[in-house]
């Protein structure tokens, strides 16, 4: 399924000696019992499907390109190892140019139960930067140039994002060290509160906070993009209005569709839209389900689209998945707590052991296409979806000089 990817061969650590440098688990890259699903399309939707894959930058806003243990049973023992396991040749086989890579975030748990430690977060980026830099495909980002460079050699440019800030406690300078260690991406607040914000699992949002107005504006300094998607609705909308700069919601949907704390209200949506900011969809299991499809699949989240489409413009939409390689509703149900799993999901949808048509990064970066040629998209609002409206925005929050 790939497209021209020049994928080396190498595994995850290979430069080290299993179980003797390292603990190696068991890892899941496909579902037991399935393979990589494709969307039909007639020969002639086939084959502008490819040319566009082949052509066009393909970019996903959210994403966590790794593998899990086969045994879920393991998982804490593997995250406490600290080497969480990119799986570099079923990210070859998908025609995505750009991802942003969050990484494990607030299942690092390597000397906490809770996650979201300073040293964890380093250790987790530390180390899968230094694997990156053993192998040849995936190319660690350094300017939006690398976008097309990625994308004409043949690899993947990697982009490390944090998803909440409650690592950085009430240190401001962390932003400027976090950008140093090559982070370009970090969310305001994940679920829970922290010093900056409200996050979504709250039943009362604070509203952004005197430190989180000053963790704003230095963001803007250092040129580090800014997400809330997991940030409460009123403190997004106080991020919007503080920001200098454009922000993201990198991995969301409508409450209209579907009554969920991870989804958010039109008004929040069009919001950041009206600021010059880009929301993208998300499709991790138990999300962006509708009334019309309340299976989760690509249908449902699609649905979103088409609304988010009425109610921001296709100027201002992209996709965020936030998949991964592996059994994604069984780690949901390891980390409940973490992942505000009673925050995710609706008591009306049914309930799905993975998401049809976007299980994994591989399926779903060539469907995503598919089914914008399906649903009638031109070949320009297919661009700006894939790829240009998220440049346009990196071009007005990114530092100058690594723009070009």
Known sequence: ????????????????????????????????????????????????????????????????????PKDLLQIVDYTR???????????????YDVVFDNMLDGTTLIRSKNGWKWEDILYDIGMRLCDLEHQSMLMRCRSIADFELARASGRICLIPAVEGAALIENELDRIDVLFGFGVRMMGIAYSESNGLASGIKEERDGGLTAFGREAVRRMNQVGMAIDCSHTAYQSTLDVIAESEKPIFLTHVGSRSLSESKRMFPDEVLKACADRGGVIGVEAAPHTTISAQHPRHSIESVFDHFDHLVSVCGIDHLAFGPDTLYGDHVGLHDVFAKHFSKSDTQTSEHETVPYVEGMENPTETSHNLIRMLIRRGYSDDDIEKVLSGNIIRVLSEVWPQSIVS
Request: charged letters at 35%.
């Open 81 to 95: 190892e600290g080497r969480d396991v990119c799986a570099y040749e079923r990210l070859s086989q998908s025609c």
């Open 1 to 68: 399924m790939g497209v021209n990817k020049k994928y080396d061969g190498y595994r995850a650590y290979d430069y080290l000696e299993k179980n003797v440098d390292y603990q190696a688990w068991e890892m899941r890259e496909y579902l037991d019992g399935r393979e990589d699903y494709l969307l039909e399309l007639s020969a002639e939707d086939d084959e502008r499907a490819r040319a566009i894959a082949r052509d066009q930058i393909v970019i996903s806003l959210h994403e966590h390109p790794t593998c899990l």
